[in-house]
């Protein structure tokens, strides 16, 4: 079934000039993509973003991290994309990711980990449009 995903090249990626290559392995993989910007997060945005990760100890750091410099937002889309996409990014820290997957690639840390990645229809229709008007997906 034919599906999107919100994709986002973290500020610590984007600083490192690693979005042309994180993009080339999107496309490499298949994905069509649908809406794409360049987009600098306030404190507030990112805390908004990441609402159902406000009662952790990394919520402050986090939501430091991605308001910290730009980063470049995806809609993705392909059959399975919400799976499809968590693949190639690997697992959430880059230290456990599976080689050959971007975070084991490009990411430093488990908070520094270069990509972010919805994680269920419901969110991904959430954090899609966080982002996105209907009339700026293609
Ligand atoms: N994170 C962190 N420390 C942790 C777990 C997560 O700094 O122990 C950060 C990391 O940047 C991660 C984000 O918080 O990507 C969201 O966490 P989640 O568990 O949703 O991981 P993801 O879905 O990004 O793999
Ligand atoms: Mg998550």
Redesign the pocket.
């Known amino acids: 079934m034919t599906e999107r995903t919100l994709a986002i090249i ?1 500020p610590d990626a984007v600083e490192r000039h690693l979005a042309g290559k994180i993009v080339q392995r999107i496309e490499d993989s298949g994905f069509q993509i649908r809406a794409m910007r360049l987009v600098r997060m306030s404190k507030r945005d990112a805390e908004g973003f ?1 609402a159902v ?1 406000r009662d ?1 100890p ?1 919520f402050k ?2 939501t430091e ?1 991605m308001s910290s410099g730009p980063a470049i937002v995806m809609a993705l889309e392909a059959p399975d994309a919400i799976k499809k996409w968590r693949t190639l ?1 690997g ?2 820290d880059p230290a456990k990711a599976d080689p050959g997957t971007l975070r084991k690639e490009f990411g430093q840390s ?4 270069a990509t ?2 919805s ?1 269920a229809p419901h969110t991904a229709a959430y954090e899609i449009g966080y982002f996105f008007a209907g009339i700026e997906l293609i």
Do not use: A, C, P, Q
């Open positions: 973290k990441y990760h952790r990394f750091s986090l991290l990014m697992v959430t488990i908070e520094r980990n972010h990645g994680d």
